[in-house]
Structure formats: structure tokens, C-alpha cells
């Protein structure tokens, strides 16, 4: 008994899903032919094309790009659309297809002026008065055209329709990037240390944060890494029971870059800045000293907002994700005893976001 309601229910879930692709046909799936009007009944000696014309926040996908739109949609409802099978003739068929290519025209115009507005609301309101003045241009096509019956009226909206067509081949629209831009950055780091740093602890791995902003080619940034340092197992007397023990060493740095290599995925910067390196073992230890490295950004995706506008800026947003390596050096002299170089290697995933217009 269950398996026999399983097995109905599944048929009957196939079944809604091959009628829901079945009863629908946009534009770009070809021109009609008399196979999309299967409504059953319908005003005799007439045809009637049913189409809807309206609009969905959605994502789409281009390359490495996701791009968020109000996505104009327009298709017909094969069910609704209905055909007197007297009229079911080449010069009809002509005549629907006019009907079918002036809504992808105000399709088109719609798509383009959503991308232009700030949020779903405006789109509500541009909606209305473009379907206002899509039913009024099809009444007068109809009227013009006597429903169909007159074919040189018929052949007058095709060209006209053909060109509007031509003309508003729209996919995505220009924008012009702000040079501002928020840059966050988190990861993790390793390295090595030298000199006198290096006789008695070893670093590990640890973590990093960073964030700052950018502007243009140049990057401001606060960076701030926490490395672990242990006691190395050479100093511990094998007859002792002392173990390992870990000192944090904090590495907070403002640094500024400049992108010295820039292509369309990958940049390198060196950086400079100052950094403040302290350690908190048995006393806490602190010094000043100069940054200098060298980073290396490679994005590997995008993803523009196209739907709405940023609250606080009111204008349109833009992100880039990324993989980091950062190779830097720093001098430092926590005590006459601990003296020498830190080098260090960070591997970070990157966001930057920024603002965009629409041209």
C-alpha cells in the first residue's frame, strides 16, 4: 500500500513538472507555430495569444561574474492561448508572432530601466506604466490590423517591430566603478624568525585579520596576525619534565600598497608600513619597527548587486573575492637578548566592496 502511494505521488509530482515547462514558451525559445495555442475553447473565429509580463529579483551567471538583477520576464501560457482552428493559417500565425515580438521589445525596455532603479519598489511603478502602454499599443495593432485579417498592416508592424528588436539587444548594462572601495581579509600565516628571536622559540601557524580601505591602485590597511612562539625542545633538558611552552607574539600593522602589476585577475603590490610587534610571555615586551613585503592578490569571483541600492550610500554595490599571499619582513628588538628578523607568510581570502554606477 505505501509503495503504491509513493509510486502515485511521484508520478503525479513528474507530471506537475512536465506540465509547468511544457506551459510556457518565452521569446528566445522560438518563433510560435500553432502547437502553443492549446487552450480547448475560446471566442469562435478569433485568436488569442496569453502572455504575462512582470519581474523577479534573480542571479545570473556570467563567466566568474554573478550578477543580481530585477530580471524582466515575458512569456506566454500555452493553456490560455487560443486559436479558432479556421484561423489557423500562416497569415495569423504572423499575426500572433507580431503580438509575441512587441512584448519582448517592452521586455527589453523594462529590463533596462530596472537595472537603472534602486530597489523593487520603483520596479513596482515602472511595471504598471509600461504594461499600461504595452495593452495600448496591442489594442492598436489589433485595431489597425482587424485582429489579423489585414496582412499589409500585419507586414507594416513586422518591420517596425524587426527594427525595435534590432535595436534594444540588451544583456547587461555598462557601469562605471567607483574608486573607493572597503577591503577584509582573513587567514592564516607562518614564518620564521632570526638572529637572537630565533635561539630559543619557533613560530607555528596562526591566524590574521585584516581590513582597510582602497582607492584606486593604492591600499590602506590595518593588518594584525597572531603568532604563536614555542620554547624549542634543544632548550629543554632531557632530564627535566619542563615542557613546551607558548608565547603569543602580536603583529598589528597599518601598511600602504600599491599595485604595481594589474590584470584582470591578478595584482601585485608592494607594501610599507609600521608595525607594532609584542610579546606576552613571562613579561609583555613591545617594539616599533618598520613593515616591508610584498602581496599578491588573485580573484577568482564577482558578484554585482543590480537589484538594489545600499541603504546608507543609496547607490549600487559591487564585490571581489580573492586569495592573498603576503610575504613580509619585520626588524624587531623586544629585549638586548631577543633581537632579528621575523619573516612571515600569509595565505588570506580577501573580500573588496565597492560601489558601482550604472551608465
Same mark, same amino acid.
Given at each position: 500500500?505505501?509503495?503504491?502511494?509513493?509510486?502515485?505521488?511521484?508520478?503525479?509530482?513528474?507530471?506537475?513538472?512536465?506540465?509547468?515547462?511544457?506551459?510556457?514558451?518565452?521569446?528566445?525559445?522560438?518563433?510560435?507555430?500553432?502547437?502553443?495555442?492549446?487552450?480547448?475553447?475560446?471566442?469562435?473565429?478569433?485568436?488569442?495569444?496569453?502572455?504575462?509580463?512582470?519581474?523577479?529579483?534573480?542571479?545570473?551567471?556570467?563567466?566568474?561574474?554573478?550578477?543580481?538583477?530585477?530580471?524582466?520576464?515575458?512569456?506566454?501560457?500555452?493553456?490560455?492561448?487560443?486559436?479558432?482552428?479556421?484561423?489557423?493559417?500562416?497569415?495569423?500565425?504572423?499575426?500572433?508572432?507580431?503580438?509575441?515580438?512587441?512584448?519582448?521589445?517592452?521586455?527589453?525596455?523594462?529590463?533596462?530601466?530596472?537595472?537603472?532603479?534602486?530597489?523593487?519598489?520603483?520596479?513596482?511603478?515602472?511595471?504598471?506604466?509600461?504594461?499600461?502602454?504595452?495593452?495600448?499599443?496591442?489594442?492598436? /495593432? $489589433?485595431?489597425?490590423?482587424?485582429?489579423? +485579417?489585414? !496582412?499589409?498592416?500585419?507586414?507594416?508592424? #513586422? &518591420?517596425?517591430? @524587426?527594427?525595435?528588436?534590432?535595436?534594444?539587444?540588451?544583456?547587461?548594462?555598462?557601469?562605471?566603478?567607483?574608486?573607493?572601495?572597503?577591503?577584509?581579509?582573513?587567514?592564516?600565516?607562518?614564518?620564521?624568525?632570526?638572529?637572537?628571536?630565533?635561539?630559543?622559540?619557533?613560530?607555528?601557524?596562526?591566524?590574521?585579520?585584516?581590513?582597510?580601505?582602497?582607492?584606486?591602485?593604492?591600499?590602506?590597511?590595518?593588518?594584525?596576525?597572531?603568532?604563536?612562539?614555542?620554547?624549542?625542545?634543544?632548550?629543554?633538558?632531557?632530564?627535566?619534565?619542563?615542557?613546551?611552552?607558548?608565547?603569543?607574539?602580536?603583529?598589528?600593522?597599518?601598511?600602504?600598497?600599491?599595485?604595481? /602589476? $594589474?590584470?584582470?585577475?591578478?595584482?601585485? +603590490?608592494? !607594501?610599507?608600513?609600521?608595525?607594532?610587534? #609584542? &610579546?606576552?610571555? @613571562?613579561?609583555?615586551?613591545?617594539?616599533?619597527?618598520?613593515?616591508?613585503?610584498?602581496?599578491?592578490?588573485?580573484?577568482?569571483?564577482?558578484?554585482?548587486?543590480?537589484?538594489?541600492?545600499?541603504?546608507?550610500?543609496?547607490?549600487?554595490?559591487?564585490?571581489?573575492?580573492?586569495?592573498?599571499?603576503?610575504?613580509?619582513?619585520?626588524?624587531?628588538?623586544?629585549?638586548?637578548?631577543?633581537?632579528?628578523?621575523?619573516?612571515?607568510?600569509?595565505?588570506?581570502?580577501?573580500?573588496?566592496?565597492?560601489?558601482?554606477?550604472?551608465?
Amino acid at each position: 500500500m505505501i509503495k503504491t502511494i509513493l509510486l502515485f505521488l511521484i508520478a503525479s509530482l513528474l507530471s506537475i513538472a512536465l506540465y509547468a515547462e511544457d506551459a510556457t514558451k518565452s521569446w528566445n525559445e522560438g518563433k510560435l507555430t500553432w502547437n502553443d495555442f492549446k487552450a480547448k475553447s475560446g471566442e469562435p473565429n478569433s485568436t488569442q495569444l496569453s502572455y504575462f509580463l512582470g519581474y523577479e529579483e534573480d542571479n545570473e551567471e556570467y563567466g566568474d561574474t554573478s550578477v543580481t538583477r530585477n530580471l524582466a520576464k515575458a512569456y506566454i501560457d500555452r493553456y490560455r492561448s487560443w486559436a479558432d482552428p479556421n484561423l489557423k493559417t500562416e497569415q495569423y500565425l504572423r499575426y500572433n508572432q507580431v503580438i509575441f515580438d512587441i512584448i519582448e521589445v517592452y521586455r527589453r525596455s523594462l529590463q533596462f530601466k530596472f537595472d537603472h532603479v534602486a530597489n523593487s519598489d520603483a520596479c513596482e511603478y515602472i511595471l504598471r506604466s509600461y504594461s499600461g502602454e504595452l495593452n495600448e499599443e496591442l489594442q492598436q /495593432y $489589433k485595431q489597425e490590423s482587424n485582429s489579423g +485579417a489585414n !496582412l499589409d498592416i500585419i507586414e507594416k508592424w #513586422e &518591420s517596425r517591430t @524587426a527594427d525595435s528588436l534590432s535595436e534594444i539587444i540588451y544583456r547587461l548594462p555598462e557601469i562605471r566603478e567607483s574608486q573607493f572601495a572597503y577591503y577584509g581579509s582573513l587567514g592564516l600565516s607562518t614564518g620564521f624568525l632570526t638572529g637572537s628571536l630565533s635561539d630559543k622559540t619557533s613560530l607555528s601557524f596562526s591566524f590574521s585579520v585584516g581590513s582597510g580601505c582602497v582607492y584606486d591602485d593604492y591600499t590602506l590597511a590595518f593588518w594584525l596576525l597572531n603568532n604563536h612562539s614555542w620554547t624549542k625542545s634543544s632548550d629543554i633538558p632531557a632530564e627535566s619534565n619542563q615542557i613546551k611552552k607558548m608565547t603569543e607574539i602580536f603583529i598589528s600593522t597599518v601598511y600602504l600598497s600599491y599595485n604595481v /602589476y $594589474k590584470r584582470k585577475e591578478v595584482k601585485i +603590490a608592494p !607594501l610599507l608600513g609600521l608595525g607594532i610587534i #609584542e &610579546s606576552n610571555g @613571562a613579561t609583555i615586551k613591545r617594539d616599533y619597527t618598520p613593515v616591508l613585503g610584498i602581496s599578491m592578490d588573485y580573484r577568482y569571483g564577482t558578484s554585482i548587486n543590480l537589484a538594489n541600492e545600499d541603504f546608507l550610500f543609496n547607490r549600487k554595490s559591487k564585490n571581489d573575492y580573492g586569495i592573498t599571499a603576503k610575504l613580509f619582513i619585520t626588524h624587531t628588538s623586544l629585549s638586548p637578548e631577543r633581537k632579528g628578523f621575523s619573516i612571515n607568510l600569509t595565505l588570506s581570502w580577501t573580500l573588496t566592496a565597492g560601489f558601482i554606477d550604472v551608465l
